[in-house]
């Protein structure tokens, strides 16, 4: 009796299997390394059978690129979930993307350092490879460095207020000149990116501490060179 074909539903879930066993491969051995006779049989089938999810290599990377935006965008959505104070928010959702990175770690490989030519087709004009989940994830970020320059007493404009990157010329006037707030953001995001090459290389091991939290404070302290912490304590009475 001929073998009944999968449903659309299954298609997407023996698809979802491919790109992860994939991930893992690229984590444990480098996206260059990653070949698709090697990872049909990882995934127990034929490399014709494979060529049947994906027919070419390209393609199973620009679609488990896709996939690694959805996963991102799933662990930020999930780490600000429960804040709200743009503050914790932007803590939540930094420290999510640093979770994420670690748990698929071949996924954060791809979608930041992809290969050449996949870089190039996902930055085409023509293309909507990823959906728009890179940009709302984004914007998601810009929205929460608005609403914390916002609540620390900055008035941003409609223009510098909405989700892309905000103008910086009108908040000069509040203390946070031109040349210096958008530098901070910058370098809040570098010091994640490198925290996360630390935790995924295990760096952070040789320390001798707990990871998680030395995670969390330092990047409680990063938050801290965009826009140092209040200190709400009360002062003693003389």
């Known amino acids: ?12 879930v023996q698809k979802q299997r491919i790109m992860d066993e994939a991930a893992k491969v690229m984590a444990s051995e480098g996206i260059s390394q990653l070949s698709m006779r090697a990872l ?25 690129t896709q996939r690694g935006y959805e996963l991102l965008d799933s662990y930020t959505k999930e ?19 640093v979770r994420f990175a670690h748990d698929w770690t071949g996924y954060w490989e791809l979608m930041v350092h992809p290969p050449l030519q996949l870089r190039e087709d996902l930055e085409s004009d ?25 609540q620390s007493g900055v008035t941003l404009t409609a223009p510098e207020a909405d989700s892309s990157m905000p103008g910086i010329a009108g908040i000069a006037e509040d203390g946070f000149g031109p040349d210096t707030i958008w530098v901070r953001v910058i370098t809040l995001l570098t010091n994640t990116h490198g925290l996360i090459d630390l ?16 995670i969390d404070a330092l990047i409680d302290s990063s938050i801290d060179i965009l826009l140092p912490a209040v200190d709400h304590s009360v002062p003693e009475a003389n």
């Open 1 to 12: 009796m001929p073998r009944q074909a999968f449903s659309a539903e299954e298609i997407v």
């Open 40 to 64: 049909a049989a990882s995934v127990d089938m034929t490399a014709a059978n494979l060529y049947n999810y994906f027919p070419s290599k390209r393609q199973l990377f620009i679609e488990t």
């Open 79 to 97: 780490g600000i979930a429960s804040f709200e104070e743009p503050r914790d928010k932007l803590a939540g959702l930094l420290k999510s993307a």
């Open 126 to 150: 023509d293309s909507d490879l990823t959906g728009d989940l890179r940009q709302r994830t984004s914007n998601r970020m810009i929205d929460l460095f608005a609403a914390l320059l916002s």
């Open 199 to 214: 935790y995924n290389h295990k760096m952070l091991d040789g320390f001798n501490v707990d990871v998680p939290p030395l």
